[in-house]
């Protein structure tokens, strides 16, 4: 079965320091999400792509987090410089695209900034 | 904008129980409603979705859910609660197709022997 792939698992690092992160959709799915979940709550957007495009990212702290999806396929998520309040699990999700599809989720990288 | 409250942040059941969590959406438009199970340090997998197709939905594991308009609710049951149900559990809402999700704060299940 098909899965969202996501790397590093694990991530710890000291804070002012630059992290990224990597996440490769499954094979066709043309929309992928990268959501951030803080410990005890819902996973939140930060980011959806369509295809190659950034579709939303109102919810992106954009003076340190920037994402790309060159190709339309995979996709890094960097943060610099990361901060204390970064700390969080960081999922990927995908979808083909079209009405209603279920978004597939990745395993999830989860950052610790000391 | 849509919002999801789950009551209760943390439920706990004996095996062999009914389960039952609680989801209430605020959507300005018909939603689409989803539930998601996620085990520790995992990622999110879905249990269900309604799309305004039947309102009573059954999902993986034998959990289901029904919709009830009138009652903006969206809650989940199963029958009877096994062991390895112990997870967190979240509800999560979105107004049209292929847009994020809005999810809920997560509600912990405990299933007790």
């Known amino acids: 079965e098909a899965e969202v792939a996501q790397s590093p698992r694990y991530k710890i690092t000291e804070k002012s320091q630059a992290v990224a992160f990597w996440c490769d959709p499954i094979s066709g799915h043309a929309t992928l999400y990268w959501y951030r979940q803080i410990l005890g709550q819902g996973p939140e957007l930060l980011v959806q792509f369509q295809d190659e495009s950034v579709v939303d990212d109102s919810q992106l702290p954009k003076d340190r987090f920037s994402a790309e999806r060159l190709k339309g396929v995979d996709s890094t998520l960097k943060i610099q410089p990361a901060e204390l309040g970064d700390s969080a699990m960081y999922l990927c999700?995908?979808?083909?695209?079209?009405?209603?599809?279920?978004?597939?989720f990745g395993p999830g990288t989860r950052l610790l900034v000391l | 904008a849509q919002s999801v409250t789950q009551l209760g942040s943390h439920v706990s059941v004996s095996e062999g129980a009914l389960v039952l969590l609680r989801c209430n959406y605020s959507s300005s438009v018909p939603p689409y409603l989803f539930w998601y199970v996620q085990y520790p340090n995992q990622g999110l997998q879905l249990l269900l979705k309604y799309t305004s197709a039947a309102t009573l939905v059954k999902g993986i594991n034998g959990f289901e859910a029904e919709f009830k308009k009138s009652e903006t609710s969206f809650h989940l049951t199963k029958p009877s609660a096994h062991m390895s149900d112990a997870a967190e559990y979240f509800c999560?809402?979105?107004?049209?197709?292929?847009?994020?999700?809005?999810f809920g704060k997560g509600t912990r299940l405990s299933v007790i022997a």
């Open positions: 999560a809402v979105s107004d049209r197709g292929n847009t994020p999700l809005v």
């Open positions: 999700a995908s979808s083909l695209g079209r009405a209603v599809e279920t978004q597939y």
